[in-house]
């Protein structure tokens, strides 16, 4: 075999191993984000997590400055109109009555009476009612004698964003720079979030 | 045989020698690949499996809204473990930021001190519907893995 035969085999064989390399990096080796996104699985628990609570307040909250509620569920054989002792202590004349179906909120027109602070309706039917209010309740229970005995009645405070507290005590544990705050728009918080870890990083907010 | 023909020789078994040591760290490089891959396919099932159950509103009906403590942890527990293919098997945990408690509810020092082996994936999913969030860790392995 001549040295110019001998040049090409040396030569077409350094071309095929390059091809082969080439091609079983191409393969197997992992390209960081493009193959195994380990890290923005964290990212999308935290971007579902807000639009899950965003969603889930804007049905549960109907606004976020009424700062507490009053649940009542109301039976069969109730008489319009409905007087609900709410417990109220503060910010009477803030009250809003809901009728709850579901996950929706519809209101309806009411009242408050001047002894007592009790919340006066006419119910469409029998079923679960939010009466919001912007104040606090401190266990007060004036009764005027007129109120009826709801099935049931709990008292709420308005939820917190929970998201910025609850991810600092998880992110950083991964190696994750995480910062967060939450201003109140409406019915839902939006997230201003500071998110860096080492192969995903983002800032932003998030509604 | 010439010299030339000898040197030949000498410069095609170090090329196949070359080629054989590359080949040969092929297959690791090949293993740490699908091992990783089958952690990150465990670790989203978990997760669009709890994402589902939300959706469906399904942990809505056994958690209570304002004290997590009170919610239907057998049920939870039921629930979540079911959809996955019975050739996985998985631990829960929840945590609230603070507190870590079991899949039957009860506080535990902290998350994560169970046993897991090398294979054991773990898929995290915060549950926002309440009045302070939680996030359900799932710990998933294969039977066979």
Known sequence: MTAKGQFYIIASVFVLISLTVLFVFTLFVDFGTFTLPTQSTDFDNLQTAIMQRNNWLSGYWFDLDWKTKTTVEISLGYANPVEIDADITTGCDSARVFQRTGNSLTEIASDVTAIGCNVTFNAPSEGIYDIFWNGTNMGKSNSDGNEITPASKTIAQVPQEGICSHFAQILPKKNIAFTCSAAEVGDAYNYSISFRSPDFTYYGSII | ?145
Request: net charge positive; charged share 15%; aromatic share 10%.
């Open chain 2, 1 to 145: 045989m010439n010299k030339k023909g000898l040197f030949f020789w000498i410069e095609l078994l170090l090329l196949i020698v070359v080629l054989a040591l590359v080949i040969l760290n092929f297959p690791r490089s090949g293993d740490s690949f699908l091992a990783n891959k089958d952690s990150l396919d465990l670790q989203n099932l978990g997760f669009t499996t709890l994402q589902s159950l939300d959706n469906a509103g399904i942990l809505e009906n056994f958690t209570n809204i304002n004290n997590f403590a009170q919610s239907n942890f057998t049920k939870l527990s039921v629930y979540i473990k079911s959809p996955l293919p019975s050739t996985v098997l998985a631990n829960i945990e929840y945590f609230n930021g603070t507190d870590c408690r079991s899949e039957s509810g009860s506080v535990i020092a902290i998350c994560g001190n169970i046993t897991r082996t090398k294979d054991t994936a773990t898929a995290e999913y915060t549950y926002a519907k309440l009045a302070n969030p939680i996030t359900i860790k799932l710990y998933l392995r294969r039977i066979l893995g």
